[in-house]
């Protein structure tokens, strides 16, 4: 056991003689001065999930419920979140489509919405990134073009906390 304990301290010995000797010798070698691990921003904004889909804020999304019931909308508006959260409040117009039981609720709406030039999807907002993943799967999952994709960052949170028109039940 000694004899093991004695070439196992040689050995290391031996490999930082030898790091040691590459960082004098090699000009490209680690710089011991840098630091490779600099701070990341903490910022809750920062923290967000970063994707690749335009942005729309309350403001303009509220001036489009009127014409969210159009034969052939304009724009359509899908809810990310679950049913039950669906029926206890929901943006006037939205289809639900469930993030988790997706395929369930956009089997019928896939051509419309192939074909609709603005689609936004919201779920609760702030940190909840269902929108996010619902979103993805259109694109790549569904063929539905990247450019018409809107994300609602702010949600139904944001919504609610804007005092404005909800519908609660089934109905769109």
């Not at 052939?72 to 117009?93: C, K, N, Q, T």
């Not at 702010?154 to 769109?172: F, I, Y």
């Amino acid at each position: 056991m000694n004899r093991t304990l004695i070439e196992a301290a040689f050995f290391a010995s031996a490999c930082c003689a030898l790091a040691l000797v590459n960082v004098l010798l090699n000009p490209t070698a680690l710089d011991l001065g840098t630091n490779y691990a600099p701070r990341i921003n903490t910022d809750r904004e920062s923290i967000l999930a970063e994707h690749e889909f335009h942005k729309i804020d309350g403001d303009e999304l509220s001036s489009y419920i009127e014409i969210l019931f159009d034969e052939h909308p304009y724009v359509m508006v899908l809810d990310a979140r679950s049913s039950a959260d669906y029926e206890i409040a929901h943006i006037p117009g939205a289809h639900l489509a469930d993030h988790y039981h997706q395929q369930q609720y956009l089997e019928p709406l896939i051509a419309t919405l192939q074909d609709s030039p603005i689609i936004v999807v919201y779920c609760k907002g702030g940190d909840c990134e269902d929108s996010i993943f619902l979103a993805r799967d259109l694109a790549y999952k569904y063929d539905v073009a990247i450019d018409s994709l809107y994300i609602y960052e702010g949600g139904m949170n944001d919504w609610q906390q804007r005092n404005l028109a909800t519908t609660s039940g089934e109905q769109r």
